[in-house]
């Protein structure tokens, strides 16, 4: 498959800078460890967080991090896509005989935020064995997809904020209150922000149909399993982001350059 052909390219490239490499991979590595850290002076104050215990926030934080981490080592392509505009190499893209999500996927390959998933795996392997739950099919079944979920969801986020560049030509940092901003948000379960913001980003960027909804199964807090089933929501969502990067393609008119 050809977008393996770019990851070649792009270890290759990575390679040749090793040390670069290594610092920044340890960067992310301990700016996510931090952030967890905080969370856990958090808990360590005041015990719970409206009646959630560390564990349970501790996978919410786990999981949606997790799936930033790998949204942006695979799907960071999308995130600088304005600069492909500007430099007319989108009209490069248009005359190929690929698709142009393959090709805008394949641009922009960040293999050093591996070091943010590494750790985001730890957490999420700590909070499992905090949790201290008996698991069966169906909770595996459930963080499964709430993960998968939330990579194709941040993933539509960032082709929603790529497709604005087709107006605009630069990329508007707003965007950034939906993915950055975003991750922060559903790293806690959103019952702690006000009815607004958990409406927003359950039934207009549904973050908490990775996180707080089928969390609510995985922990027991209810056995209805429709809550589970919420993390397919992402299906819907996505194929309104791709077909709103579909309308932007049709009416692009290049930069002139």
Do not use: H
């Not at 926030?57 to 981490?69: G, P, S």
């Not at 909804?213 to 209810?222: A, E, I, N």
């Not at 993390?231 to 008119?253: D, E, K, N, Q, S």
Request: aromatic fraction near 20%.
């Amino acid at each position: 498959m050809i977008y393996f052909k770019y990851f070649k390219m792009v270890l290759g490239t990575f390679s040749q800078y090793r040390l670069n490499m290594a610092l920044v991979i340890a960067g992310q590595f301990f700016y996510t460890l931090f952030a967890f850290f905080s969370m856990y002076l958090l808990f360590d104050r005041f015990g719970t967080l409206d009646g959630w215990t560390f564990g349970e926030v501790a996978l919410c934080f786990a999981v949606i991090n997790t799936a930033f981490a790998i949204t942006e080592c695979f799907a960071r392509g999308f995130d600088m896509f304005s600069g492909l505009v500007k430099r007319g190499a989108f009209d490069r893209i248009m005359l190929r005989p690929r698709g142009t999500i393959l090709q805008v996927l394949g641009d922009s390959i960040e293999i050093t935020r591996i070091g943010r998933l590494l750790v985001t795996v730890f957490i999420l392997v700590f909070a499992v064995n905090q949790m201290q739950l008996e698991w069966d099919a169906m909770q595996v079944v459930t963080l499964i997809l709430m993960l998968t979920s939330g990579v194709f969801i941040f993933t539509g986020v960032f082709i929603l904020g790529a497709s604005v560049c087709f107006w605009t030509v630069e990329g508007l940092e707003f965007i950034n209150i939906f993915t950055d901003g975003g991750r922060q948000f559903a790293a806690y379960p959103l019952t702690i922000y006000n009815k607004w913001i958990v409406r927003f980003f359950t039934f207009i960027i549904p973050y908490g149909c990775v996180n707080y909804l089928p969390l609510l199964y995985v922990t027991g807090r209810t056995d209805n399993p429709l809550y589970a089933l919420t993390t397919l929501l992402f299906v819907p969502f996505v194929a309104i982001c791709l077909l709103v990067w579909r309308f932007g393609v049709r009416r692009y008119l290049s930069t002139g350059n």
